[in-house]
């Protein structure tokens, strides 16, 4: 039976926490929201786990919505037996001014009946780190960094608890790096100092080792939440936990679907453009006849399967910040809806027609891709990169039956050669 339970607000962020779970030594499955605990060879799955992550697309939903997913996969959680519980965010804290980050942690105490919680959204294998309170991307503060130009959850200040306050009912405290520093022992007894008793509190960290200290110090709090790298000091009872075996084999048909505006896709995309066949979605045209350019897409990808065996080909939706379209209410879909649509249509068509392998960029082209598939379940597989692996998908879609291997890459993850070289993973 599974004793920690996870909640993460995204389909990337669920597999990059599992992937950390299992090089920890927990035996991880990865639930395609909360209906999946229970019942069919998924329940059986659970039930075999050391740590169970349900996947939500969470993040950019209404905050009631949020709220609502997020205790609906607690309460299945702790019928499955889990017993402490992560909510899983992104290392760069995307939100709102009024949530989903804070309105979700309140609701997740309240349900558990505790007063207080952690919040380390700190990884700094991928560049994130807190200090003083204040968020970092690498060497730049958050405010500073490319997500300040994030076209659904713009970043326009590093300072946590100004982030936070606006989005809780709790007070919002900082625990400083010089506690950390001080060990276990002493975060412990500053984590649990009365003025802390019903706060949020944000806690520093900027290495993988104020990680492990943060984890040590807070095994008596029923949630922690926080990124993939809190996961750190989560240590389980398998040290050789193992992977899944892929679903496909070499030379078998893949695609690269690229749904992400941000600066390291771009990059992704740059470099790939030269090296894959590759297609950008033409906005217009999918609003003028999404059928029909969607065939044509998929056509495009099926004929470069043929002609150039063995490079995957890309569908990508933003070469640069000018492409980032945003449509006033009338004028239609707007274009990040319009590329959520057809990137996951695409990828029933493209498994329909024999794909094996898919590597999909950006949190929310993944939620649809996955959705799309009628994933129930992923069981990870080999690392591609820090926050990415690939996963074994069990799916259902228009009445067939499907297994593939997926990849679901945070825009802001992986390197410049992601696309190109992602594949050598499952050989």
């Excluded at 105490?109 to 994130?128: D, K, Q, W």
Aim: aromatic share 4%; with cysteine; glycine share 10%.
């Amino acid at each position: 039976m599974p004793t920690l339970g996870a909640i993460a607000d995204d389909f990337t962020g669920a597999t990059d926490l599992a992937t950390m779970l299992v090089a920890r030594g927990h035996r991880t499955v990865v639930t395609v929201g909360p209906e999946s605990l229970s019942g069919g060879p998924e329940g059986a799955a659970v039930r075999d786990a050391d740590a169970v992550v349900v996947a939500l697309k969470s993040r950019t939903a209404p905050v009631d919505e949020a709220v609502g997913t997020s205790l609906a996969a607690l309460r299945a959680l702790r019928r499955a037996g889990c017993e402490r519980f992560y909510f899983k965010y992104c290392s760069t804290f995307d939100s709102t001014p009024v949530g989903n980050i804070g309105p979700v942690a309140d609701a997740l105490l309240a349900e558990l009946g505790e007063r207080r919680t952690v919040v380390v959204p700190s990884f700094p294998a991928t560049g994130r780190t807190v200090y003083k309170g204040r968020l970092f991307v690498h060497d730049e503060l958050l405010d500073e960094s490319p997500m300040r130009h994030h076209p659904l959850t713009p970043m326009r200040d590093s300072h946590l608890g100004r982030l936070l306050t606006p989005q809780t009912r709790h007070p919002v405290r900082l625990v400083g790096l010089d506690t950390v520093r001080q060990g276990r022992d002493s975060l412990r007894a500053a984590l649990d100092a009365p003025e802390l008793a019903d706060s949020l509190v944000v806690v520093d960290a900027v290495s993988d080792e104020d990680l492990v200290t943060v984890c040590e110090a807070t095994t008596h709090l029923a949630l922690v939440t926080g990124a993939a790298g809190l996961a750190l000091g989560l240590t389980g009872p398998h040290p050789e936990a193992a992977r899944a075996v892929p679903a496909s084999r070499p030379g078998d048909p893949g695609v690269v679907l690229s749904g992400s505006a941000s600066s390291a896709t771009r990059a992704q995309v740059a470099h790939a453009r030269s090296r894959l066949p590759h297609r950008k979605l033409d906005i217009a045209s999918l609003r003028a006849d999404f059928t029909g350019e969607v065939a044509r897409i998929v056509d495009h990808v099926r004929r470069s399967w043929e002609d150039e065996p063995g490079k995957p080909p890309l569908i990508h939706s933003v070469d640069d910040l000018g492409d980032v379209e945003h449509t006033a209410a009338g004028d239609g879909p707007a274009a990040s809806e319009l590329v959520e649509r057809a990137l996951a249509t695409c990828a029933t068509a493209l498994v329909a027609a024999g794909a094996r392998r898919i590597l999909v960029a950006g949190g929310e082209t993944s939620g649809a891709v996955v959705t799309a598939l009628g994933v129930r379940t992923l069981s990870i597989g080999a690392p591609i990169a820090p926050g990415v692996t690939w996963a074994r998908a069990e799916g259902r879609a228009h009445g067939q039956d499907h297994t593939v291997d997926l990849a679901l890459k945070s825009g802001n993850f992986g390197d410049t050669a992601i696309f190109t070289e992602a594949w050598s993973a499952l050989a």
